[in-house]
């Protein structure tokens, strides 16, 4: 039976976490707890739906993008068969197994949901999805919805009952579904089961990728079961090389537990966001596809994987940093993309998916960034701070990756002194902005100092005359006077937060009086409470409609800044505040809005490593 991707889907049922909430068709982002097998992942909301799943990776197509538009997105709902229930989400402790459990009328049932990851010796990873209900107390009814939405719900795709669960085949992916239970056909498409359980009883429902001429395959509870604790024991395994044992352990762990998550393991990078389009200001457009590694996540990537002792994640990053060193004169924007696929791939188109409404709304969808051609002078200090890291605590640089380097450093000290579009992509013109010379320098004195360690060929002068001037320009132009405070821009008194980063790269010392000063400027304009805006967009207009909220990742830098400037007790506070706004699980969306909502793409990888990072000094400066 074929079904158009635009079909009608079942009506969505929500719970806020709390109580049943059948008139929303959203729920919050912050609702959502987030499984991966380390190729990709999935979203499941506090109500039992998977609204979100792109497969085979993390910039696939999406299966499941409900959270997208609740009518056409595509959905896996497995929620309570009646009336009156609440639910509530946990991850198993040091895994990334989610448990949502619902307490109804008549008992208590939960949902385990995972995906197992890939096994040594596996010829092709089949990315499983296994969702396993279960009764705790009682006797209860639930009903599961599996509907596919192909290609962000623009294929069609045709539906068939096997022996063994449902088979969906769209022209470019086949899933199968396993399950002992019985089901049919709905809505010329879907599949739908009802299924009653009583105490100690187990239903489960397992998605898998299949290839021509595949069918489901039956599994045992032993199976499951096996699954199960081998997907218990590879999270425990990894989280124990976590040499972190400070006052936030359980937090900074379950950040980490995120990252690994945002992983693709064939390659090493790490994604941004697994979502796309989540918007910044609900009704806005401030709506970008994440699904990309950012050279700028880099450096506070392998910071965070180096500090906590994930070497051989660190490992794996750097070898694909270095694979991005290819030097080219083709484009405008500089040798290096700001962005690249989570395989390598420089050419992410952008396109808007008009068919999809977005969340509660909030449209354009997007997938691809044309943000990858912008010009981000900035991205040369990243990359070469994260490769000072590396180099240092974790793989050494080679000669082929030093070599290539350096013909990108030469390029970017004849190019540093240029205007450009800055670390918030902006879409207004370039500029000269302060923090494109910060990093500009940073990677010229990060340079300097693996050369002079590792005896590499550098031609040293001219490296250090290089880091000089921009040293001093940055003093003379990026210093405003009258403002007392480093600016966003030369020729500006508008501050940005971007700056905080100032004394954690070691620009300037952290109790610096034009610092202090600074840091002074920033709290009294940009901070709302614990809450960082990253600049003053009235003051400074980026081209782009809508309102800013703040950005996580910014608090985080805040916190640190003033644990550097010896103001503890300040910083402490501000990050215990930075704490009660992570949803029930301990994960963080990209920005807050004003009534304490996540908002934007979620989970935000860089979110995670702010607060990681925040975390690990805050504790070395309290003893």
Same mark, same amino acid.
């Given at each position: 039976?074929?079904?158009?991707?635009?079909?009608?889907?079942?009506?969505?049922?929500?719970?806020?976490?709390?109580?049943?909430?059948?008139?929303?068709?959203?729920?919050?982002?912050?609702?959502?707890?987030?499984?991966?097998?380390?190729?990709?992942?999935?979203?499941?909301?506090?109500?039992?739906?998977?609204?979100?799943?792109?497969?085979?990776?993390?910039?696939?197509?999406?299966?499941?993008?409900?959270?997208?538009?609740?009518?056409?997105?595509?959905?896996?709902?497995?929620?309570?068969?009646?009336?009156?229930?609440?639910?509530?989400?946990?991850?198993?402790?040091?895994?990334?197994?989610?448990?949502?459990?619902?307490?109804?009328?008549?008992?208590?049932?939960?949902?385990?949901?995972?995906?197992?990851?890939?096994?040594?010796?596996?010829?092709?990873?089949?990315?499983?999805?296994?969702?396993?209900?279960?009764?705790?107390?009682?006797?209860?009814?639930?009903?599961?919805?599996?509907?596919?939405?192909?290609?962000?719900?623009?294929?069609?795709?045709?539906?068939?009952?096997?022996?063994?669960?449902?088979?969906?085949?769209?022209?470019?992916?086949?899933?199968?579904?396993?399950?002992?239970?019985?089901?049919?056909?709905?809505?010329?498409?879907?599949?739908?089961?009802?299924?009653?359980?009583?105490?100690?009883?187990?239903?489960?429902?397992?998605?898998?990728?299949?290839?021509?001429?595949?069918?489901?395959?039956?599994?045992?509870?032993?199976?499951?079961?096996?699954?199960?604790?081998?997907?218990?024991?590879?999270?425990?395994?990894?989280?124990?090389?976590?040499?972190?044992?400070?006052?936030?352990?359980?937090?900074?762990?379950?950040?980490?537990?995120?990252?690994?998550?945002?992983?693709?393991?064939?390659?090493?990078?790490?994604?941004?966001?697994?979502? !796309?389009?989540?918007?910044? *200001?609900?009704?806005?457009?401030?709506?970008?596809?994440? #699904? &990309? %590694?950012?050279? +700028? /996540? @880099?450096?506070?990537?392998?910071?965070?994987?180096?500090?906590?002792?994930? !070497?051989?994640?660190?490992? *794996?990053?750097?070898?694909?940093?270095?694979?991005?060193? #290819? &030097? %080219?004169?083709? +484009? /405008? @924007?500089?040798?290096?993309?700001?962005?690249?696929?989570?395989?390598?791939?420089?050419?992410?188109?952008?396109?808007?998916?008009?068919?999809?409404?977005?969340?509660?709304?909030?449209?354009?969808? +997007?997938?691809?960034?044309?943000?990858?051609?912008?010009?981000?002078?900035?991205?040369?200090?990243?990359?070469?701070?994260?490769?000072?890291?590396?180099?240092?605590?974790?793989?050494?640089?080679?000669?082929?990756?030093?070599?290539?380097?350096?013909?990108?450093?030469?390029?970017?000290?004849?190019?540093?002194?240029?205007?450009?579009?800055?670390?918030?992509?902006?879409?207004?013109?370039?500029?000269?902005?302060?923090?494109?010379?910060?990093?500009?320098?940073?990677?010229?004195?990060?340079?300097?100092?693996?050369?002079?360690?590792?005896?590499?060929?550098?031609?040293?002068?001219?490296?250090?005359?290089?880091?000089?001037?921009?040293?001093?320009?940055?003093?003379?132009?990026?210093?405003?006077?009258?403002?007392?405070?480093?600016?966003?821009?030369?020729?500006?008194?508008?501050?940005?937060?971007?700056?905080?980063?100032?004394?954690?790269?070691?620009?300037?010392?952290?109790?610096?009086?034009?610092?202090?000063?600074?840091?002074?400027?920033?709290?009294?304009?940009?901070?709302?409470?614990?809450?960082?805006?990253?600049?003053?967009?009235?003051?400074?207009?980026?081209?782009?409609?809508?309102?800013?909220?703040?950005?996580?990742?910014?608090?985080?830098?805040?916190?640190?800044?003033?644990?550097?400037?010896?103001?503890?007790?300040?910083?402490?506070?501000?990050?215990?505040?930075?704490?009660?706004?992570?949803?029930?699980?301990?994960?963080?969306?990209?920005?807050?809005?004003?009534?304490?909502?996540?908002?934007?793409?979620?989970?935000?990888?860089?979110?995670?490593?702010?607060?990681?990072?925040?975390?690990?000094?805050?504790?070395?400066?309290?003893?």
């Amino acid at each position: 039976m074929a079904l158009d991707g635009r079909a009608d889907q079942a009506e969505r049922v929500v719970s806020a976490g709390v109580r049943r909430a059948p008139q929303a068709r959203y729920l919050p982002i912050a609702e959502h707890g987030l499984i991966g097998d380390v190729h990709t992942v999935a979203l499941v909301g506090t109500d039992g739906t998977i609204d979100w799943y792109c497969c085979p990776h993390f910039d696939s197509p999406s299966v499941f993008a409900a959270l997208l538009d609740a009518d056409h997105g595509g959905m896996f709902r497995i929620s309570p068969d009646c009336e009156g229930w609440s639910s509530k989400q946990l991850y198993l402790p040091d895994t990334t197994i989610l448990i949502t459990r619902f307490l109804m009328p008549d008992g208590v049932g939960e949902v385990q949901d995972f995906m197992p990851p890939p096994r040594t010796g596996e010829a092709a990873h089949r990315h499983r999805m296994i969702r396993r209900v279960l009764a705790v107390r009682g006797q209860m009814r639930f009903v599961v919805d599996v509907a596919p939405r192909f290609d962000y719900a623009r294929a069609r795709h045709e539906v068939e009952l096997t022996p063994h669960g449902a088979l969906f085949r769209s022209p470019e992916l086949a899933l199968s579904l396993s399950t002992r239970s019985p089901i049919e056909i709905v809505d010329g498409g879907d599949v739908r089961a009802r299924i009653t359980v009583r105490a100690g009883e187990t239903a489960t429902f397992v998605l898998d990728r299949v290839g021509t001429g595949e069918i489901p395959v039956p599994y045992s509870e032993a199976d499951i079961a096996a699954e199960f604790d081998a997907t218990v024991a590879f999270w425990r395994l990894w989280l124990r090389h976590s040499r972190y044992s400070g006052r936030w352990r359980e937090t900074v762990h379950r950040s980490a537990l995120t990252l690994k998550l945002l992983t693709y393991a064939p390659t090493g990078a790490i994604v941004a966001a697994p979502t !796309t389009s989540l918007p910044e *200001a609900v009704g806005g457009a401030r709506n970008w596809d994440y #699904r &990309y %590694t950012w050279l +700028r /996540d @880099s450096a506070f990537s392998l910071y965070a994987l180096l500090r906590l002792g994930f !070497t051989e994640e660190a490992a *794996a990053f750097m070898q694909w940093l270095e694979g991005r060193f #290819r &030097y %080219t004169t083709d +484009r /405008d @924007s500089g040798p290096l993309q700001i962005m690249y696929g989570i395989d390598g791939r420089e050419d992410l188109p952008e396109e808007e998916l008009p068919h999809l409404e977005g969340y509660m709304g909030s449209g354009p969808v +997007r997938i691809g960034n044309r943000a990858a051609t912008q010009l981000q002078l900035d991205i040369y200090g990243e990359l070469m701070d994260s490769l000072y890291l590396c180099n240092k605590y974790g793989r050494p640089l080679y000669h082929d990756g030093w070599m290539q380097l350096t013909r990108n450093l030469e390029w970017l000290m004849s190019h540093w002194d240029q205007p450009d579009e800055g670390i918030w992509g902006m879409r207004a013109g370039r500029r000269d902005y302060t923090f494109s010379r910060l990093m500009s320098w940073v990677a010229i004195e990060r340079a300097i100092r693996v050369a002079r360690q590792r005896g590499l060929p550098a031609d040293l002068p001219r490296w250090m005359a290089v880091r000089d001037s921009i040293y001093d320009q940055i003093m003379e132009r990026g210093w405003n006077p009258s403002r007392q405070a480093f600016v966003q821009h030369y020729g500006t008194d508008v501050l940005d937060a971007s700056l905080l980063l100032m004394p954690l790269c070691k620009f300037v010392a952290p109790t610096d009086p034009r610092w202090i000063s600074t840091l002074d400027a920033i709290t009294a304009e940009l901070v709302s409470d614990s809450l960082v805006y990253r600049y003053n967009v009235s003051a400074s207009p980026d081209g782009l409609s809508g309102e800013e909220a703040t950005f996580s990742m910014c608090s985080f830098w805040w916190v640190e800044a003033l644990a550097r400037a010896g103001r503890l007790d300040e910083a402490r506070l501000a990050f215990e505040k930075m704490l009660t706004y992570a949803n029930h699980v301990g994960l963080y969306s990209e920005e807050i809005g004003p009534t304490g909502e996540q908002l934007g793409n979620f989970p935000q990888a860089f979110t995670h490593l702010a607060l990681i990072s925040a975390a690990y000094n805050l504790d070395r400066q309290l003893g």
